[in-house]
C-alpha cells in the first residue's frame, strides 16, 4: 500500500488541485490530504471552513478513484518542529507531492521523498485568482470543478467573501 501526502489550504478546491490529485491517483494507492490554515475561515484569503473545505474535497475526489483522507492542520508558527507535527496527526505516508519550496525544503530536510508536479496554467488555477474573481463579481464557476461550483453556492460562498471584502 502506497500512501501519499498532498497539502493546500484549499481556499477554494480548483482544477490545478484536481489535476494534481488526478495524478496523484495514478501513482500512489491513497492520498492523505492536509488542509492548511485550518483555523480559519472569513477572511479574504481564507473565506471557507476547515469543515466546508473538507466537504469540498470530498465532492470533487467523487471524480478520482482514490482512497483519501482530508485532515484539517491549524497553523503552528514553528516552522522546524512543522514535519513531526504533521507526522504526528496523519496516517504514516511514503512520499510527498508539493510545489511549495518551504513545505519542500522542510520535508527534505527529515529525509522524507518529495515529488514536483507541473504547474497547470497557475495564472488562471489559483486560488488568489478566483477569490479576485468572486468579489469582483467576474465569471470563476469554470475555474473548479462543477460540484465545487454547487458546494460553494450550497454555502452562499460568494456573498461571505465580498461582506469580508468590505470595511466599516
Ligand atoms: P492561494 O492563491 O490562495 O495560495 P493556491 O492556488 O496557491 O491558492 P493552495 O491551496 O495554496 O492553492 O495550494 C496548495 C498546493 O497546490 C500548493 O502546493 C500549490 O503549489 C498547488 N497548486 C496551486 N495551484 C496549482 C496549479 N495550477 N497547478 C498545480 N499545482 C497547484
Ligand atoms: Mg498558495
Known amino acids: 500500500?502506497?500512501?501519499?501526502?498532498?497539502?493546500?489550504?484549499?481556499?477554494?478546491?480548483?482544477?490545478?488541485?484536481?489535476?494534481?490529485?488526478?495524478?496523484?491517483?495514478?501513482?500512489?494507492?491513497?492520498?492523505?490530504i492536509g488542509i492548511g490554515s485550518a483555523q480559519k475561515s472569513h477572511g479574504l484569503s481564507d473565506p471557507f471552513t476547515a469543515g466546508?473545505?473538507?466537504?469540498?474535497?470530498?465532492?470533487?475526489l467523487e471524480d478520482i478513484n482514490i482512497r483519501h483522507y482530508?485532515?484539517?492542520?491549524?497553523?503552528?508558527?514553528?516552522?522546524?518542529?512543522w514535519v513531526s507535527y504533521i507526522l504526528s496527526r496523519t496516517p504514516p505516508f511514503d512520499v510527498v507531492y508539493s510545489n511549495n519550496p518551504l513545505v519542500i525544503r522542510l520535508f527534505e530536510e527529515a529525509?522524507?521523498?518529495?515529488?514536483?508536479?507541473?504547474?497547470?496554467?497557475?495564472?488562471?488555477?489559483?486560488?488568489?485568482?478566483i477569490r479576485?474573481?468572486?468579489i469582483a463579481g467576474e465569471k470563476w464557476e469554470h475555474l473548479v470543478p462543477p460540484t465545487i461550483a454547487d458546494?460553494?453556492?450550497?454555502?452562499?460562498?460568494?456573498?461571505?467573501?465580498?461582506?469580508v471584502s468590505m470595511t466599516d
Not at 466546508?52 to 470533487?60: L, N, P, Q, S, T
Not at 485532515?71 to 522546524?80: A, H, K, T, V
Open 70 to 81: 482530508a485532515l484539517p492542520i491549524e497553523d503552528i508558527q514553528q516552522n522546524s518542529i
Open 1 to 32: 500500500m502506497k500512501r501519499a501526502f498532498y497539502i493546500g489550504r484549499f481556499q477554494p478546491y480548483h482544477l490545478g488541485h484536481h489535476a494534481v490529485l488526478t495524478k496523484i491517483a495514478d501513482e500512489v494507492d491513497e492520498v492523505v
Open 132 to 134: 479576485k474573481k468572486m
Open 52 to 60: 466546508e473545505r473538507v466537504m469540498m474535497i470530498r465532492h470533487a
Open 111 to 129: 529525509d522524507i521523498t518529495v515529488l514536483q508536479s507541473p504547474m497547470y496554467q497557475r495564472d488562471v488555477y489559483s486560488g488568489t485568482e
Open 151 to 163: 458546494a460553494i453556492e450550497e454555502i452562499d460562498g460568494v456573498a461571505r467573501l465580498r461582506s
